[in-house]
Antibody, heavy 118, light 110 residues
Framework: QVQLQESGPGLVTPSQTLSLTCSVS??????????WSWIRQHPGKGLEWIGY??????SYYNPSLKTRVTISITSENQFSLNLSSVTAADTAVYYC???????????WGRGTLVIVSS | QSALTQPASVSGSPGQSITISCTGS?????????VSWYQHHPGKAPKVMIY???KRPSGVSSRFSGSKSGNTASLTISGLQAEDEADYYC??????????FGGGTKLTVL
């Protein structure tokens, strides 16, 4: 059974780059056929899709974040999120998820809270 | 791309049925049969309940069903149980390899 877990700094300084890693267990990213996504939830708000990367390396991003986001596959069992020039508005719980298809997510990680503050 | 519109809250008693709506436009929900629904208990990983409007993943109770009419998708939960109390989110493909979520609905089981 595939499981995902997010990791990274819980506190990021404004204007810096937020970097998170999603570790995949029980399966391999390189086995192919899946979409690997990042999704976030601002405090007290709904979910926001950030983007995904396909096993082949093709990536797609939310147009509202496109200029600041990079999603990469970093190893057979990890993929990452880099979000540059962060502000307090980027404070959120960040989730990684696998997409059996391009349009839905299963499973998800439990999320990691990132606070942007000086 | 604006978030899809969901009611902020719905409630029902055990055993009853409830429906959560997810309203978009002819450019997203109305144009693609690519709506999914997620159950989220705070502090836990969200869980997919429905995908492609009506499909139920293996392991999800048959009490959960999805439908769509025009620009509005719906999630129906029948035989409401205490464990169903959670936040529910819809998500739709909106074209150009982009996805958008709804604002979320808090389900209270009375």
């Amino acid at each position: 059974q595939v499981q995902l877990q997010e990791s990274g700094p819980g506190l990021v300084t404004p204007s810096q780059t937020l970097s998170l890693t999603c570790s995949v267990s029980g399966g391999s990213i390189s086995s192919g056929g899946y979409y690997w996504s990042w999704i976030r939830q601002h405090p007290g708000k709904g979910l926001e899709w950030i983007g995904y990367i396909y096993s082949s390396g093709s990536s797609y991003y939310n147009p509202s974040l496109k200029t600041r986001v990079t999603i990469s596959i970093t190893s057979e069992n990890q993929f990452s999120l880099n979000l540059s020039s962060v502000t307090a508005a980027d404070t959120a719980v960040y989730y990684c998820a696998r997409g059996p298809g391009a349009y839905w997510f299963d499973p998800w990680g439990r999320g990691t809270l990132v606070i942007v503050s000086s | 791309q604006s978030a899809l519109t969901q009611p902020a809250s719905v409630s029902g008693s055990p055993g009853q049925s409830i429906t959560i709506s997810c309203t978009g436009s002819s450019s997203d929900v109305g144009n693609y049969n690519l709506v999914s629904w997620y159950q989220h208990h705070p502090g836990k990983a969200p869980k997919v309940m429905i995908y492609d409007v009506i499909k139920r993943p293996s392991g999800v109770s048959s009490r959960f069903s999805g439908s769509k009419s025009g620009n509005t998708a719906s999630l129906t939960i029948s035989g409401l149980q205490a464990e169903d109390e959670a936040d529910y989110y819809c998500c739709s493909y909106v074209g150009r390899s982009t996805l958008v979520f709804g604002g979320g609905t808090k389900l209270t089981v009375l």
